[in-house]
């Protein structure tokens, strides 16, 4: 017999970051998490917040959507899955649903969601070009260095006398206050603001030790890069920001930067850098890629996929 279940105090080992109650809290949110369970197996959830009587499954997140507990799961349960959840809404009220879905890179069973979703009436209302780096196939940095196409190796390779070192913010608040500052100061440039803040990222910190992280390039002990990320899952980092600011060197840091992110990947036996999305919204309401970024997230091995919001009712 299976069965949906409403939201426990705690989400389950395999529910994502921005699927777990406690995510949702600290945005003061009215959480939900339904699990599906088959013959007392725990199959997986659907997390998200109730914003104006609708499940918004990625509330105040770059993506939410369906957890599965295995790897691999048949199409019947996630289909399964995806009909108690839905069906458990409409008990409880919750007419319409919006799932900003997490990429294809975070579980085996992504494109089976997306088909049983669109299969129910959901319709795509947002895509976007999403990277990541498939760490799983590298045994070694230097495994990964000789993946790269020739332009990316030898921009290393020239790199490679230079003083680079890194750090990683720990206890000390000025760790963290210089590498918000240098991301702000990164995205100012651009004309842009950064999506989180440095009070609402400490919160997060604080309710989930060890998954968020802030990592510092230096050049010759001068910081002149930074990269935020979280663990959302077991086995995928992502990459919450990036970038350079307030230095003169010739040449970009960010391949440097990049490098030493995913060389850590693959000591700590990460298989996923989600390193986020390459598209830009234009007043049309539609999006555009972002070739620039496109071509530097090419450039360090990353693969591309889409990342879809879908939309529809629960009944």
Request: hydrophobic share 40%.
């Amino acid at each position: 017999m299976s069965s949906p279940s409403a939201a426990p105090a705690q989400a389950f080992p395999f529910t994502s970051l921005f699927n777990d109650p406690r995510f949702h809290a600290l945005n003061g949110a009215d959480s939900v998490l339904l699990a599906h369970e088959d013959e007392g197996r725990l199959v997986g959830s659907l997390g998200g917040a109730l914003v104006g009587g609708e499940l918004i499954s990625g509330h105040s997140a770059p993506f939410g959507g369906f957890d599965i507990a295995r790897d691999r799961e048949t199409p019947a349960q996630v289909g399964a899955l995806v009909d108690s959840s839905l069906a458990r809404l409409a008990e409880m009220g919750v007419p319409s649903a919006v799932i900003r879905c997490a990429p294809a890179c975070h579980q085996a069973s992504y494109e089976t969601v997306v088909f049983t979703l669109l299969n129910r009436g959901f319709a795509v209302v947002e895509a976007d070009l999403n990277f990541f780096v498939d760490l799983g196939r590298f045994e070694s940095p230097e495994a990964y260095v000789a993946s790269l196409r020739s332009p990316a190796r030898r921009a290393l390779k020239h790199a490679a006398g230079e003083p680079w070192s890194v750090a990683e913010a720990g206890d000390d608040p000025a760790d963290w206050d210089r590498g918000f500052a240098l991301l702000a100061e990164n995205r100012e440039s651009r004309g842009r603001q950064l999506t989180v803040d440095r009070p609402y990222v400490e919160r997060i910190r604080h309710e989930f030790p060890g998954r968020v992280r802030l990592m510092e390039l230096r050049h010759d002990e001068r910081p002149v890069a930074s990269a935020l990320t979280y663990k959302v899952r077991p086995g995928v980092e992502f990459a919450v920001a990036w970038g350079d600011a307030g230095h003169d060197l010739p040449r970009s840091p960010m391949n440097r930067l990049a490098y030493e992110v995913i060389a850590r990947g693959i000591a700590e036996g990460t298989e996923i850098l989600d390193i986020g999305t390459s598209t830009l919204p234009a007043d049309d309401g539609r999006r555009y890629p972002n070739n620039g970024l496109i071509q530097f997230k090419h450039s360090v091995g990353a693969a591309s996929q889409v990342r879809l919001t879908l939309a529809g009712e629960t009944s």
